[in-house]
Structures are given as structure tokens and as C-alpha cells.
Nanobody, 115 residues
Framework: QVQLVESGGGLVQSGGSLRLSCVAS????????MAWYRQRPGKPRDAIAG????????DYAGSVKGRFTVSRDNAKSTLYLQMTNLKPDDTAVYYC????????WGQGTQVTVSS
């Protein structure tokens, strides 16, 4: 069974940094394009960063490009998101999943950025 467990969120001041992690099980992690998604209050869940299975290709939403960096460790079945220069508009629940996503999602990790 697919399981996605996100961690690393928290409360941070504007301009601060956080590093999120996502451990995947029940899937062949190394064979999947993986992505980070977020759901801001009152808005749909959107993909914000993705990485190819061989970590050679990345893609970012315009709103996070230059501030967020996605990486992965296939040996650990773990996806990471380094977030810098955080803004209040980055406040959201962050999820990882493959792209396109499985129907099943993890619990996500809450990131709150105070101004």
C-alpha cells in the first residue's frame, strides 16, 4: 500500500527557511517523477516543484522558482524541499506525491509564515 509521510513544517518568520521531507513506501520510488504540492487556505492543491526519477530534470511553479529547491534520495525513498526566503503567501499544507499523483495522499505538513 502506498504511504507518503511528510515532515519538517512549522512556524517561521517571513524571510526564514525550512526543509521538508517526504518518505515514500509501497511504491518504486526510484521509478517515479516526484513532486511537491501545496494547498493554501481556501485554494485548491497545486503542484509547486517536481523532479525526474534520475534527478536530472526539475520544474518549479513561478511563485516558488528561485526560492525553493527540490531534491531526492532514491536510496532512502525520500523527497526533500528546501524552502528559503519564505513569505506569508507560502502558508499552506505541503504534500508530496508522484506526478501525476496517486489518489491517496499523506497527511501533509503545515507551514505557517508570519509577517
Amino acid at each position: 500500500q502506498v504511504q507518503l509521510v511528510e515532515s519538517g513544517g512549522g512556524l517561521v518568520q517571513s524571510g526564514g527557511s525550512l526543509r521538508l521531507s517526504c518518505v515514500a513506501s509501497g511504491i518504486d520510488f526510484s521509478q517515479n517523477y516526484m513532486a511537491w504540492y501545496r494547498q493554501r487556505p481556501g485554494k485548491p492543491r497545486d503542484a509547486i516543484a517536481g523532479m525526474s526519477k534520475d534527478d536530472k530534470l526539475t520544474d518549479y511553479a513561478g511563485s516558488v522558482k528561485g526560492r525553493f529547491t527540490v531534491s531526492r534520495d532514491n536510496a532512502k525513498s525520500t523527497l526533500y524541499l528546501q524552502m528559503t526566503n519564505l513569505k506569508p503567501d507560502d502558508t499552506a499544507v505541503y504534500y508530496c506525491n508522484r506526478a501525476p499523483p496517486f489518489d491517496l495522499w499523506g497527511q501533509g505538513t503545515q507551514v505557517t509564515v508570519s509577517s
